[in-house]
């Protein structure tokens, strides 16, 4: 038996689908955001989903840290690279 009466489905179809409209249709029908998306989705009705945040980046990387503390010690140091980020951060600023 399917949650959705004919009604529903000419709402879903009724506009394009993205996240926030499958949000407020979920709330206004008690259903969860998931089901009204992949009833858009089994409809055949276009679903925009919300743009995903970009990833956040470190800045510098634990290989660019350990060239920085081999150049300031002028010598090629063998397993530095495993040691964390944080203890190659320290390292470098104590040089």
Request: proline share 2%; glycine share 6%.
């Amino acid at each position: 038996m399917s949650n959705y009466t004919k009604k529903m489905e000419a709402e879903i179809a009724s506009q394009a689908m993205d996240y926030n409209r499958a949000e407020a249709l979920a709330s206004e029908w008690g259903l969860s955001v998931k089901s009204v998306i992949a009833k858009t989705k089994s409809l055949g009705i276009d679903y925009q989903p919300k743009a995903r945040a970009p990833r956040k980046t470190s800045g510098i990387t634990k290989a660019q840290l350990v060239a920085q503390i081999e150049s300031k010690l002028d010598r090629k140091l063998d397993g530095l690279q495993n040691a964390s980020a944080s203890a190659l951060n320290t390292l470098l600023g104590a040089l």
